[in-house]
């Protein structure tokens, strides 16, 4: 493989931070699950608009190819070679009360983490029979949940056109067919090992081998972010204790995106902000300021509809999960208060 030309267009940080010196550096190592630095790169180099355009293979790959991912990470993360990941589920720490009792500006609140199964590669460096295990055990552990989080699996092998599409838009259940996945292998064998668990409200679901191997979800309609915490840390606790996951001392919770690493969180709000959004210089200077991330009603590449946006915290690695939702709640309340200034201008 040659060093990749990428056009001046190109943002990702892909580009900006693939040399040609660490191009030569790496170009011929490998992991011990035979991925290579092609296979990093690969959906970022077909995928020019790409913003980040590279996924890791395996945990060794963070290791392995660290002169690119360390730079990414820090770029992303602002976390340096010296930091190291903390934790804080302790839902008991947020204070979070919710910011919009009435229900006027915040739709729905959902906290998502992804986890992957510990001696297992990741996706895109995953065979087909090893999904299906990883399917097989991340069933058996959910099916084990007891009281509101007790739910069934749905797998996709199988699964009616109509009730797929039904889940997708109502946000429940993730897409098909994303070409940043697919270029790195992490669609292989589609829908095979792939499949979904809810609880009977919808409120507590877990998505099998898509980007990861699992993202594990609490939802809920309304801005009672604590509740939709709470819900989640007992999930994941109860989930690690029958699937061991990932887990590097320095990087936290290892996912195939670099932008998932640490508490592999992301915490959101649906939420309508349509005077706000006549003025996007002042909304971006707010998000900047709490460092949010703007998504589209349909979640990553989508469009906001009617001035909804999802808004959720982008750091996910250097943070505690506490720090996290904590982050998204302040900056949500910033955004609902400058929302009311708007409308009596
Ligand atoms: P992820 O959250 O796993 O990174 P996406 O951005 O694609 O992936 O979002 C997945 C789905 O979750 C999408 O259908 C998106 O609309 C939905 N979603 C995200 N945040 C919320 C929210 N606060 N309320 C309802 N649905 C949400
Ligand atoms: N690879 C895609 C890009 O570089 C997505 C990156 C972040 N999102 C994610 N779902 N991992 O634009």
Same mark, same amino acid.
């Given at each position: ?33 035979? +991925? ?8 970022? #180099?077909?995928?020019?608009?790409? =913003? ?12 392995? +190819?660290?002169?690119? @991912? ?18 804080? @589920? ?15 500006? %915040? %739709? ?8 992957? #199964? ?55 259940? @993730? ?53 939709? @915490? ?76 009617? =001035?909804?946006?999802? %808004? ?6 250097? %943070? ?26």
């Amino acid at each position: 493989m040659n060093y990749p030309k990428f056009p001046e267009s190109c943002t990702s940080l892909l580009c900006k931070f693939l040399s040609e010196d660490i191009f030569n550096q790496l170009k011929d190592k490998k992991t011990a699950n035979n +991925f290579t630095l092609a296979q990093v790169i690969k959906s970022g #180099v077909e995928n020019i608009d790409s =913003g980040i355009g590279v996924y890791a293979g395996d945990k060794e790959s963070y290791a392995v +190819f660290a002169p690119l @991912f360390d730079q990414i990470i820090a770029e992303y993360h602002s976390f340096t070679q010296v930091d190291v990941h903390k934790s804080n @589920f302790n839902s008991a720490e947020l204070n979070a009360p919710n910011p919009d009792p009435e229900g006027k500006y %915040i %739709i729905s609140t959902r906290i998502r983490v992804g986890r992957n #199964v510990a001696d297992m590669p990741l996706g895109p460096a995953i065979s087909n029979a090893q999904r299906n295990q990883v399917e097989s055990a991340v069933v058996a552990a959910v099916n084990l949940l007891e009281g509101d989080l007790a739910g069934s699996y749905y797998p996709l092998l199988g699964m009616s056109k109509v009730i797929q599409a039904q889940l997708i838009r109502d946000h429940f259940l @993730f897409k098909e067919g994303d070409r940043f996945l697919a270029a790195v292998g992490l669609n292989a064998d589609w829908p095979a090992g792939r499949g979904i668990f809810h609880n009977k409200d919808k409120t507590f679901l877990v998505w099998v081998n898509e980007e990861d191997q699992m993202r594990i979800i609490s939802m809920q309609m309304g801005g009672d972010i604590q509740t939709t @915490f709470t819900r989640l840390a007992n999930a994941v606790k109860q989930i690690e204790a029958t699937v061991p996951f990932l887990y590097s001392q320095r990087l936290g919770y290892i996912t195939s995106c670099p932008t998932n690493l640490g508490t592999a969180m992301r915490a959101s709000v649906h939420i309508a902000l349509p005077n706000l959004a006549q003025d996007m210089d002042r909304f971006k200077m707010i998000t900047d300021q709490y460092r949010l991330q703007i998504r589209g009603l349909h979640g990553e590449h989508s469009e906001s509809k009617g =001035g909804v946006y999802d %808004i959720s915290n982008r750091r996910r690695l250097g %943070i505690t999960e506490v720090e996290a939702v904590q982050g998204m709640y302040d900056g949500v309340v910033a955004l609902i208060s400058a929302e009311k200034a708007s409308a009596n201008r």
